[in-house]
Structure formats: C-alpha cells, structure tokens
C-alpha cells in the first residue's frame, strides 16, 4: 500500500508482532468514512476471513451529520500516532440529507479516559429496560457491573437474550465464559448459541427504542483496555431492523439447553472454568 502512495500508520506497535492479539492498549475500532459523507461502522475487519461464509458479522452505514463522529474518532487517532493535525474544511463537508428524527451517537473509549463510557452506555440501556434486552458478542467475559445489570434486568422480569457463538477462535476464552453464561442463566437470561458459523457481531437492541452496533465485546478489554467505538441509535426503525438481525440468527441458534458440554460438566470441568475465570481479565 506505501509503494501505492497510501499512507499507512501502526497504532503503539508491538517489538513482538505474535503478541498483538494478546497484549492491551489496541485501536480495536472498526472505522472507515469517504469524503466526510459516509461512514461505517461495526465488528468487521478487514482480512479475507471475514468474507467467508463461516463468518458471521455487523457493520452499518452512516450519512449525515453523524459520520463527523466518526470522522473526529480517526483523525484523533491519527493526530496520537502520526502528529498530523487535519483540520482543512475541506475535510468536513455540510452533510447534505433530508431531515429525519434518526438520533446518532458515537461514542468512543480508551484506557486513559475519566469514564468507562461505553460500558456506561450498555449498563444504562440495559437498566432502562422494561419489555426486552437483545445482545450479540463473540467474546463473553463481563465486567463486575455489567453482570449485575443482566442479572438484575433478567430478575426483574425483562426478556434478556445473549448470543454467543457455539464455537470461538479462542478455547480460553470459551472456558472462561462458560462460568459468567452460568451466573447470567440462573439469573433468568436467555443464552442461545449462533451454530452456523462465527458469530462475531457485536450488537445491542432493547425495547424498539435504542440500539448500538460497534466493536465492542462485552469483556474485560474492550470496556477496560482497548481503544473502541460504538455507534448509538435512538430511533424505532433502526432497532426494529437490529433486533430482526437479532431473531434471524437465533433461527440458526441452539438454547444453551440443548448444548452438552455446558449442561453436564463435570466437577473437575467447572473447576478448570473457574481458575481460567479468575485469569479472565489478562485473556
């Protein structure tokens, strides 16, 4: 790409390239706009894998006012790594759509900020609940708070559902969760496995009314290690149109009854869950 003339930055590059899935402090957004008039954003990388038919994932397009969201969260990042500061009018065009009531928020995380601001923003979404609460994530080692919120969501009669893939990319991190989809279980929360492929969607929807798609996992790094970004919906059509991306992947699901190795672990497998989920923040 740099003998093509494109410029190309590693954000706080690693000396030991097989490490830079395991180590913290990642830009794990997912961000591309075009000409400050379009933006996307999701759980979609860009590698050939996640064009296969065995990967399940995401992403959204965004017009309108809401791309400068998207727009300031990379030209910051390329302010930290490169110390270029873009600030040419050019680059920020008057967004040129009808009027609509369709609110979006980006919102963005980082290990240095004040607050935890998307785990704030799900925390709250799922509090607020009063009918329903539909979560995607491939990766399911939650925070302390977030855990409560399901648990207590789930207590207080709201239709709280989790998917996860049947299958990760990471056998750690399969283990690890399975202890936390235990406690969510006995709390009443509705745990079903996406079967048909790699579910790495990362998306939330509740009461017909608010939703996010984004790239954050619901586990230990996202909330609390990694640079994310998360895009935030306050319209009806919008959750209407997640939460049937939400019941079309649960026909392809299985409910976590139905899953053995889950139902009839033996002592000394919920053991090892249990040592692997106390190491759960490091994974």
Known sequence: MREEGIEVQPFMPVRFPLLTSKVNYRNHRKIAVFDGRVGFIGGMNIARRYISQK?????????GAAVYGLQRAFLLDWFLIDKTLISNRAYYPTAKINPNNQLIQIVTS????????????????ILSARQYVYMQTPYFLPTEPILFALRTAAVSGVD??????????????????RSY?????????????????????????????????????????????NFEANAFFY?????????????????????????RSLTDRSFLQRLWESIVRLLSPLL
Do not use: C
Not at 112 to 124: A, F, N
Not at 246 to 254: G, M, V
């Open 181 to 225: 989809v235990m406690d969510t279980v006995q709390a009443g929360v509705k745990v079903v496995f996406y079967k048909n492929g790699f579910n790495h969607s990362k998306l939330l929807v509740t009461d017909d009314s608010l939703s996010t798609v984004g790239s954050s996992n619901i586990d230990f790094r996202s909330f609390e290690n």
């Open 110 to 125: 980082n290990p240095t900020d004040r607050w935890p601001e998307i785990e704030q923003g799900y925390i709250k979404i």
């Open 160 to 177: 709280v559902r989790l998917m996860l893939p049947l299958h990760t990319d990471t056998k750690l991190v399969e283990w690890a969760s």
């Open 55 to 63: 990967w399940r994932d995401t992403h959204v397009k965004i017009t």
């Open 235 to 259: 319209d009806e059509k919008i959750a209407l149109k997640i939460k049937h991306v939400f019941l079309e992947d649960e026909q392809n699901s299985i409910p976590l009854e139905h899953v």
